[in-house]
């Protein structure tokens, strides 16, 4: 019988199922209703020290539905870190704690670019006993105003830089999140590892309009008549975040061997965390898919990651970790493959385009679809 048990930077996981933060960790009452319902770990809700300075405006949502099926494949928000205040949230950090002393409790926190307010953060935030902490440099709106969050992960030297001050004074595991918003996400990955964080989270939301609505003309989601540009999220996002994924988990093979990853997109099924695992991460987050199905969402997905492992004969989480790394390559590579593979090679010959003057309109959906099956 194969086991989701994991152990991730010496913390013990019963699952690697763990609730990003976002509103599903937004106070201890829903944070012991994730550990009740069986979820591995909680990153709580962004948390700072003065949340006099973050307000929210409603509404902060906006949806993208298929086309056919009407199912929420993409979500936009605009919402800032939580906007409860440090006092409250050192309460019912230590409340949930206490009642569930053995369940992985990770703190995400965000500061503005000032040593002594991370040193302060860091160390209250240890004080009420959480087990890890996560690094938000990663929020894609409203606070890079304030050079908070992704202002911080967009530039690598400055993210060493606070990474550092982090690690001087934590004495629990630190993850740095980092924000999809860049050309390449090894340079912030590697710097955060460079400055000695154990684990890397990945991704935040990508930087998105989710839509213009036709009769107003307003961009969504819309306050007063207005917008700004919002996070997206959700299913529509997941291949991106595998990309990422690959690429960050590629940097700890080479170069960072023992540090951890937790990857974060779009994931809402067993399936969709598998694919994760096979690409290098040890646990995976899971934000928008809770708001979509509710807590209890964990136990198909448990059920669903151990028939694929019983499937493949894996006992442990390691026995496939990273497993699907090793399949690639350069697109040469893939050339040269495909070029000593004859039969592979008539066949596509016969089926699909080979060059691009080959495309024909009347059955331009066919060859595609071709292309698509290889
Ligand atoms: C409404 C909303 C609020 C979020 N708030 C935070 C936050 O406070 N801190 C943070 O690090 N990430 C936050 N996120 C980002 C998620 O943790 C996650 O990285 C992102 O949504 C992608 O995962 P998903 O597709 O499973 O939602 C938020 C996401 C959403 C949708």
């Not at 009420?128 to 530039?155: I, Q, T, W, Y």
């Not at 974060?264 to 199905?293: H, N």
């Not at 399949?327 to 089926?351: M, P």
């Amino acid at each position: 019988m194969p086991t989701l048990e994991t152990t991730v930077d010496g913390l013990k996981l019963p699952n690697p199922f763990v609730i990003a933060s976002g509103p599903p960790g937004t106070n201890g009452n829903v944070i012991g209703k994730a550990f009740d319902e069986g979820w591995g770990a909680v990153v709580c809700k962004t948390l700072s020290l003065d949340a006099s300075k973050v307000v929210n405006v409603q509404p902060r949502y906006a949806r993208l539905r298929a086309r056919d099926s009407q199912e929420i494949i993409g979500w936009e928000n605009i919402e800032l870190i939580s906007d409860r205040s440090f006092d409250v949230w050192a309460e019912e950090l230590k409340a949930v704690k206490d009642k569930y002393p053995d369940r992985i409790l990770i703190a995400s926190i965000m500061e503005e670019y000032n040593k002594d307010a991370w040193f302060e953060i860091v160390e209250r935030c240890q004080e009420l006993g959480v087990d890890a902490l996560e690094l938000n440099f990663s929020c894609p709106h409203g606070l890079p105003e304030r050079k908070m969050g992704s202002a911080m992960g967009e530039d690598p030297e400055l993210l060493e830089e606070v990474a550092g001050w982090v690690q001087q004074a934590a004495t629990v595991p630190v993850w740095a999140k980092m924000t999809p918003n860049v050309t390449h996400i090894e340079d912030p990955a590697r710097a955060a590892l460079q400055a000695g964080c154990q684990g890397i989270s990945a991704i935040n939301t990508i930087r998105g309009v989710l839509g213009v609505d036709l009769d107003t003309l307003r961009p969504e989601p819309t306050v007063e008549g207005y917008s700004t540009v919002g996070g997206y999220s959700s299913q529509a996002i997941l291949p991106i975040a595998l990309r990422m994924t690959m690429e960050i988990a590629q940097v700890i093979r080479d170069e960072f061997s023992g540090r951890t990853l937790s990857g974060i997109g779009g994931i809402e099924t067993g399936s969709d965390a598998a694919q994760f695992l096979l690409l290098g991460a040890d646990t995976v987050q899971v934000c928008t898919g809770v708001m979509k199905y509710g807590y209890g969402m964990v136990r198909s997905m448990k059920a669903d990651l151990l028939a694929f492992m019983e499937k493949h004969d894996f006992e442990t989480l390691d026995d496939f970790k990273g497993h699907s790394l090793q399949y690639f390559t350069s697109h040469s590579d893939l050339v040269k493959r495909q070029a000593e593979a004859q039969t592979a090679k008539s066949k596509v010959k016969e089926e699909t385009v080979g060059a691009d003057d080959q495309w024909r309109g009347n059955e331009f959906v066919k060859q595609s679809d071709a292309l698509a099956r290889g």
